[in-house]
């Protein structure tokens, strides 16, 4: 009876257009309140509760972080490299959006920052060396959702903390899935723009390319102290987002001096704000996940599938199914701190890895920033490029398409995800 009025109200607020954070809060709170002898005062208790994880520090550390680099001129900086060594190719201009957007996106860990950083910049550039729109457009909102497997990534923090798994294994786990699955983007970027009839031009010379990587190391290098120092034990991931934070403002105040002392009470204010909205909605699916945990619903569904006799591989078709359409509309944040209680607990129990679940999730993630109606990159690409957002759905078709082919290679062939960890953790 619990479950189903949890749920009752859940779907109901969903459904008029609340906020996700309040759909999640406000079911669990009356739920809690009219099926159990817990009272209000002890649910408010208990909200704060979830957010007292260490690792969940790390979320508004790499959010200012990110803030700070794309308030500058490092994406600038960054496209610049990534043009000088692809941009010669049948289309460069898309492939370097992307390419871009790889290294950006293991820069800022965030997926609409990347976006605007990137697209902001590539998407005239694009339209002016006379690639069609569609171009412009697919490439600027798709390669950005990479923002949540290249790591750092706050999405796989989230995961880390629900599941109890070390957030440096997710880290490095997901870097080969995030550079093949940005290689197969570039790869269906290169063919159509060759069915186009781009041709190949002169490559730049060797020195512009050292040049235009010197000129993009200090913002490069936030990637070798994050990945560096997690790997080398200097410091935890919770200890390598406040240092990618010192880092990003030594380098946007006193390297590249593109951000005044008057504008940090801004950037500031707006990585706060980001945070606040992440934690609440954190910490509102967290007690929505303790009740169903409550209820003893994983056992249920491990029970269920169990009796139904469901292999590894039909329940991880199932896994991708499920995620995908909940982050139609839902926020990963949400959708992971609610499925992976309900799901990890059996895929365990299946043989299957938790760290490579984790990144099954991630990608899944991924192609729900950028499917209607709730995806967050496509309103991000349709807010600044003023096209309307049915044209920004259907123009993101094929490297969609691309980002799921990656998926079911990630899921089906697990060492993608494991080989890179397994071999860096190793005993």
Known sequence: MSIAFLFSIFFT???????IAVCLGA????TLVLFTHISPIEVSSMLFEKLEAYSLMAIPMFILAGSLLSKG?????IIEFAKSIVGHLPGG?????IFASIIFAAVSGSSPATVVAI?????TA???AGYPKRYAIGTVATAGSLGILIPPSIVMIVYGVTAEQSIGKLFIAGIVPGIMIGAMMMAVTYIGARRLGFEKSAPAAVSERFAKMRDASWALMT???VIGGIYGGIFTPTEAAAVAAVWAFFV????YRDISFRELPAIFLDAAKTSAMIMFIIANAMLFAHFLTLENVPQMITGFLTDMHVGPLLFLLFVNILLFFAGDFMEPSAIIMIMVPLLLPVAMDLGIDPIHFGIVVTINMELGMITPPIGLNLFVTSGITSVDLKNVIIYSLPWSLTILAGLLMVTYFPQIALWLPNLMYAD
């Open 73 to 77: 001129s490092s994406a600038h900086r």
């Open 223 to 225: 990637i070798f102290i």
């Open 27 to 30: 079911s669990t709170f009356l």
């Open 126 to 128: 694009i339209e002016d």
């Open 13 to 19: 607020l969903l459904l008029i257009g609340t906020p």
């Open 119 to 123: 697209g902001s910049i590539m998407f």
């Open 93 to 97: 201009l898309p492939m370097a959006a």
């Open 252 to 255: 946007s105040l006193f390297i």
